[in-house]
C-alpha cells in the first residue's frame, strides 16, 4: 500500500473510533437525560398535588402569611451580599495599610541614602506612592458605603419581617410548611431543569462530533475514488499508447 493509502487508512480508523465513541456517549448521555426527565416529571406531580392541595386548605394563611415568606426567600441573597461587601471593604483596608507602608519605606530609604542626586528620585518615587494610596483610599471609602448600604438593606428586611410575624403570627406558623415544602420542590425542579440542558448540550456536541467524522468519512472515500478514477485512466492511456 503506498504512503497515502495508510495515511488514509490511519484516518479511517480514527474516524470510525470517534463514531464509535460519539455514538456511545450519546446513547449513555440520553439515558440519563430521559432519567432526569421523568424525575423532574414525578417532582412536578409531587408539586402539583402537595402545593395545590395544601394552597386551598390554607387559602387565608397562606395569603396574609405570603409577604413574610417572600422577605425570607430574599434574605439568604442579601445576607450573601453583606458578607462579600463585608470582605471586600476589609480587601481595600488591607490595601490602604500596604499603600502607606511602602510611603514609610520610601521615607526611611530617603533618609539613609547619602548620595547627592537620590532626594529628587525618592521624592518623585514618593509621590507616586502617594497617589496609589489616594486611589486606594477612595476605593476603601466606596467598600465601606457599599458595606454599609447592604447592612442597612438586612436591617430593613429584618425589621419588616419582625412586624410581619408579630402581625401574622399565628398564619406564619400554619403557613410555613406549605412555603418550605414549595422551596424545596421548586429548588429540586431547578436543579433537575439545569442538569437536563447540561445533558441536552452534552447530547447535542456528540451528535455534532458524530456529524463531523460523517463528513470526514464522506471526504476520504470521495478522495479515493477520485484517486482509482485517476489511476484507471492513467492505465487506460497507458494501455492505449502500447496498442499504437
Known amino acids: 500500500m503506498t504512503e497515502g493509502g ?34 423532574f416529571c414525578e417532582t412536578q406531580l409531587m408539586f402539583n398535588k402537595e402545593i395545590s392541595g395544601t394552597a386551598k386548605k390554607l387559602a387565608k394563611q397562606i395569603s396574609k402569611s405570603r409577604p413574610f415568606f417572600e422577605l425570607k426567600s430574599r434574605e439568604i441573597e442579601i445576607r450573601k451580599f453583606v458578607q462579600q461587601a463585608a470582605a471586600e471593604f476589609e480587601r481595600q483596608k488591607t490595601a490602604v495599610e500596604m499603600a502607606r507602608e511602602q ?23 514618593i509621590e507616586q506612592q502617594l497617589d496609589l494610596v489616594r486611589e486606594a483610599e477612595d476605593e476603601c471609602l466606596k467598600a465601606e458605603k457599599m458595606h454599609a448600604a447592604r447592612v442597612r438593606d438586612l436591617l430593613q428586611l429584618e425589621m419588616a419581617m419582625k412586624k410581619l410575624s408579630q402581625e401574622h403570627g399565628s398564619s406564619i406558623k400554619k403557613a410555613r410548611p406549605y412555603y418550605e415544602r414549595k422551596e424545596v420542590l421548586t429548588r429540586t425542579m431547578n436543579s433537575q431543569l439545569e442538569l437536563m440542558s447540561i445533558l441536552e448540550h452534552e447530547v447535542q456536541e456528540r451528535k455534532d462530533s458524530y456529524s463531523d467524522s460523517m463528513r470526514a468519512l464522506e471526504q476520504i472515500s470521495d478522495q479515493i475514488h477520485q484517486e482509482r478514477s485517476s489511476q484507471s485512466s492513467l492505465a487506460q492511456s497507458d494501455a492505449d499508447s502500447d496498442s499504437s
Open 103 to 125: 510611603v514609610q519605606l520610601l521615607h526611611q530609604s530617603l533618609n539613609n541614602n547619602l548620595e547627592s542626586d537620590a532626594e529628587k528620585h525618592y521624592v518623585d518615587v
Open 6 to 39: 495508510d495515511d488514509q487508512l490511519v484516518s479511517i480508523r480514527k474516524q470510525l473510533e470517534n463514531l464509535n465513541d460519539a455514538t456511545d456517549d450519546i446513547n449513555s448521555y440520553e439515558m440519563k437525560l430521559e432519567s432526569v426527565k421523568r424525575q
